[in-house]
């Protein structure tokens, strides 16, 4: 027998629904992290479809890293101030603002990339492998390889999870959104780095 005690548990770690709680603690036998796996597994069929629903709630959260050598600022959006509230979407956003701190992305997703950044870098990869002997004719596949890496390295939702490297961040979101039952979205980042802004002097 499921209780609403651990109905409200499991509610509070996910934010999913009454009804789904209640089938998913049936479904495990009362294990409440089985619950939290089925869930997971359940919700990833429909996280997709929450996509592009618009998310004006959640959090903006600060990550500081190296006794203050490395800060990050950033907003995270749910759908509802309940889910901005729920530990599992904040533990989400704090493990964003690490991934930021250590990875140091220049831009959220390939979308937000300036065309005219792409065509400059195409343009140095180009000259680069030419400059390395390859054969003209595999030119552009090489340069497309390594316009993808660019995209891994630069983007956020592109970098490999530190938490999981075998695991995209785009991919870690998609996780949350099924978790949640909301659409999860990075708005916004902010990166210093002590001393980056500091005036360089020519050393002798």
Known sequence: MVSSEQVKELRERTGAGIMDCKKALAEAGGDMEKAIVILREKGLAKAAKKVGRTAAEGIIDAYIHGGGR?????????????????????????????????????????????????????????????????????VDKIVDGRIEKFFEENCLMEQPFIKDPDKKVSELIMEKIALLGENITITRFARFERGEAAPKTEQE
């Open 70 to 138: 490395i800060g990050v600022l950033v907003e995270v959006n749910c759908e509802t101030d309940f889910v901005a509230r729920n530990e599992e979407f904040r533990n989400l956003v704090k493990d964003i603002a690490m991934q930021i701190a250590a990875a140091n992305p220049r831009y959220i997703s390939r979308s937000d990339v300036p065309q005219e950044v792409i065509e400059r870098e195409r343009e140095i990869l180009k000259a680069q492998a030419l400059n390395e002997g390859k054969p003209a004719h595999i």
